[in-house]
């Protein structure tokens, strides 16, 4: 069945670092491929999203591609915020209606 | 905020109890979806509803049941329960349940069995 495999954290960081997320899938077909944050005490939220091989997903200067050829879908940022400490989960969703999501990846940043 | 909601924010009950925890989508949100999400499984689907119907199923034990109402709101039910089904559980929602949509969650609910 399909997978995602995103790495473990915590990742810390000092503000203004450069981030990456590494996100692997297996799936059958052409997901869409997905990255939701969660906030502390809340539900997720969506922060980008690519529908097809190549297109790239940004929102508040993350971004992340659609690489078929490696499934991957890396999140970056090139400048992180205290404001980005949060959960990050990768997740995919293809042809069967079933969405498969990483395990998550706190991310941490100090001032 | 959302604009999908769930009750009850907590739920504290004991093994062998049945509890109800209730969603209502976004408004016009034909879709709505199930997680659990826990220390050791992490976010894991359930089940999916679009308009009254099952349209996908995940891992869900059969002690759990759902159903989406004409309203569109959803219940799921938990029966037999067992300490290791101490959760949160989410909802979400989204307009037509394509799998290239946005999921919207819902604050979810924080179950604790004792």
């Known amino acids: 069945g399909d997978s995602v495999t995103q790495m473990e954290g915590p990742v810390t960081l000092s503000e203004e670092a450069f981030l990456t997320i590494n996100c692997t899938y297996t799936?059958?077909?052409?997901?869409?491929l997905f990255w939701y944050v969660q906030y502390p005490g809340e539900g997720l939220q969506l922060l980008l999203k690519a529908t097809k091989a190549d297109d790239k997903g940004s929102n508040k200067g993350f971004e992340a591609t659609y690489r078929k050829e490696t499934t991957s879908f890396h999140l970056e940022k090139g400048s992180v915020q205290v404001s980005d400490s949060a959960v990050h989960f990768c997740a995919l969703a293809g042809g069967s209606y079933i969405p498969t999501f990483g395990r998550g990846t706190s991310l941490i940043v100090h001032p | 905020d959302s604009g999908v909601t769930q009750t009850p924010k907590h739920l504290i009950t004991a093994t062998g109890q049945r509890v109800t925890l209730r969603c209502s989508p976004r408004s016009g949100d034909l879709s709505v979806y199930w997680y659990q999400q826990s220390l050791d499984q992490g976010l894991q689907f359930l089940i999916q509803y679009y308009n009254g119907e099952e349209r996908a199923k995940g891992n869900i034990l059969e002690r759990f049941s759902a159903q989406q109402f004409p309203d569109l709101h959803s219940e799921l039910n938990l029966s037999s329960l067992e300490l290791g089904d101490s959760a949160l559980y989410f909802c979400a929602s989204s307009p037509g349940g394509g799998p290239q949509e946005t999921q919207y969650f819902g604050p979810g609910t924080r179950l604790l069995v004792l």
């Open positions: 799936a059958t077909g052409y997901p869409s």
